[in-house]
């Protein structure tokens, strides 16, 4: 019997410490990813100024636009393998888990919150969000009533 005990004492403990093993494991592997996740959303405001950079560069022969584009592109593939993909937005309706609506106007051409223009472009690493967009999203538009015109 006491043998029986001992042997169960030491099945469980197996046991407790293969399970420990799987936490520890599964711990790292989730901190893996939150440091990738960081390190890959601090690259995103890199790539907004190289964007800005080259909409407002008009001549397209200049050397220094031409080595911003290749920058841009090294950096948009190194994104792009390590599995983040820029949010499609305008258009859609606003979701405030994938939208941080800076502005609302008044519009009447689409439904109450659509979003009509992205400021900031928002990415997601597989299916999690790491940047939100930054957009400006419908609302509806007041009409006026007609105005009478003044019978003499």
Same mark, same amino acid.
Request: aromatic share 6%; proline share 8%.
């Given at each position: =019997?006491?043998? $029986? ?18 936490r520890?494991? &599964?711990?790292?592997e989730? &901190?893996?990813?939150?440091? =990738?996740?960081?390190?890959? =959303?601090?690259?995103? #405001? ?12 008009? %001549? ?7 080595? /911003?584009?290749?920058?841009? %592109?090294?950096?948009? $593939?190194?994104? &792009?393998? &390590? ?12 979701n #405030?888990?994938?939208? %941080? /609506? ?10 109450? @919150?659509?979003?009509?223009e992205?400021?900031?472009p928002?990415?997601?690493? @597989? %299916?999690? !969000?790491?940047?939100? $967009? ?6 509806? =538009?007041?009409?006026? #009533?007609?105005?009478?015109? !003044?019978?003499?």
């Amino acid at each position: =019997a006491e043998a $029986a005990e001992w042997r169960d004492k030491y099945v469980r403990l197996l046991a407790e410490f293969d399970n420990f093993r799987k936490r520890v494991r &599964q711990d790292l592997e989730m &901190q893996r990813h939150l440091t =990738a996740e960081i390190l890959l =959303a601090g690259l995103l #405001p890199i790539m907004d100024d190289l964007e800005r950079m080259l909409t407002t560069s008009t %001549d397209m022969n200049d050397l220094y636009r031409r080595g /911003a584009e290749l920058i841009r %592109d090294k950096l948009r $593939a190194y994104l &792009q393998a &390590q599995g983040v993909e820029r949010m499609s937005s305008q258009g859609k309706p606003f979701n #405030p888990d994938e939208h %941080d /609506a800076l502005l609302l106007r008044p519009t009447m051409d689409f439904p109450p @919150g659509t979003v009509l223009e992205v400021i900031t472009p928002g990415y997601r690493l @597989g %299916d999690r !969000v790491i940047r939100h $967009a930054q957009v400006v999203v419908s609302e509806p =538009a007041e009409v006026e #009533p007609p105005s009478n015109p !003044v019978l003499p």
